[in-house]
């Protein structure tokens, strides 16, 4: 078995970073993504060190592994969250400098690269693929893996495996929208902010497109609108009752899986991240995250319940 001490160690644990990348963007869930990446380590430590000395490319190895954990995953995870309660959404990661130490972010290794991989709207639509699809796009696609070792991961064949990423790639052409520039994403969200601290209800409205489309993820731990609420002026009113009911509420700029996104806080605690997409100078579609298991990267209270 490795050691401390064994210079084979470093190397390994050179790939945490990738395999944590990896396992985020193919689960769209960061507390998921650790374990993945926790059980691949284990699985190498398990080996004895002539089974290390005959794998070739430990990183390789290490990526195989957790592939095919992410892979049952998904097949699992569908399962699981037909019996979610109200709307599932990806975990949202912070940006950078908000990322909180003593978890995830206390380690660089553990940082998810934040770029147009993980926004929330691209994470949507990777919910939409089958496992297969995901897999093989994700491999290929951002990171960038030949089909040969995509087959691997699968059990199938390289052609087999290029269909699938066509399929997933067509997936993700038919739902992009001509997102605006990210000046102008932060300058709506920043008005959106104002509007929403002033209640002012017309200003919401003038903000959010007329079929514009807000999803609530409370997981059943807290309350949130079970269905998604569709039209702007719903939307308008609904996020004027919540700042009613909330007069302690504070509303924070922050960076939400590396676009302009708004964080929530009560008592200093952060109660909701959202993370929205921006066509034109109109907000389409709004994600709010109060499932406080989703939000342990952002909560600077190290007294916050956790579920186990």
């Not at 290390?52 to 490319?57: F, R, T, V």
């Not at 309350?223 to 509303?251: D, K, N, Q, Y």
Request: charged share 25%.
């Amino acid at each position: 078995m490795t050691t401390p001490s064994d210079p084979s160690l470093s190397v390994i644990m050179r790939e945490r970073s990738q395999l944590i990348n990896l396992a985020y963007r193919l689960l769209g869930s960061l507390t998921e993504a650790e374990d993945v990446v926790q059980e691949t380590y284990v699985r190498w430590y398990a080996m004895s060190r002539e089974q290390h000395e005959a794998i070739e490319s430990p990183g390789a190895w290490l990526t195989r592994v957790a592939g095919r954990i992410c892979l049952d995953l998904l097949g699992s995870a569908r399962v699981r969250r037909e019996r979610y309660v109200g709307e599932w959404v990806p975990e949202p990661l912070p940006g950078r400098t908000e990322w909180i130490a003593g978890r995830a972010g206390g380690d660089p290794a553990d940082r998810v690269t934040l770029d147009e991989s993980v926004n929330m709207a691209f994470l949507v639509v990777l919910e939409s693929m089958t496992p297969a699809e995901r897999v093989a796009f994700i491999l290929h696609d951002v990171f960038r893996y030949p089909f040969a070792e995509v087959a691997e991961i699968l059990g199938r064949t390289p052609a087999a495996c290029r269909q699938l990423a066509s399929s997933a790639r067509r997936r993700v052409r038919a739902a992009q929208a001509p997102v605006a520039p990210a000046a102008r994403q932060a300058r709506v969200v920043r008005d959106f902010k104002q509007a929403w601290e002033a209640q002012d209800i017309q200003a919401l409205v003038g903000l959010l497109d007329p079929g514009a489309t807000a999803v609530s993820d409370g997981g059943g731990l807290v309350s949130a609108v079970l269905s998604p609420v569709v039209g702007g002026e719903l939307i308008a009113r609904h996020l004027v009752e919540i700042a009613a009911a909330a007069p302690g509420m504070t509303i924070l700029e922050r960076p939400v899986n590396g676009l302009p996104g708004l964080a929530v806080q009560q008592d200093g605690v952060t109660v909701s991240v959202m993370a929205f997409e921006v066509v034109g100078d109109r907000i389409t579609r709004v994600w709010g995250v109060r499932n406080p298991d989703k939000l342990r990267p952002w909560t600077t209270d190290p007294e916050r319940p956790t579920r186990t």
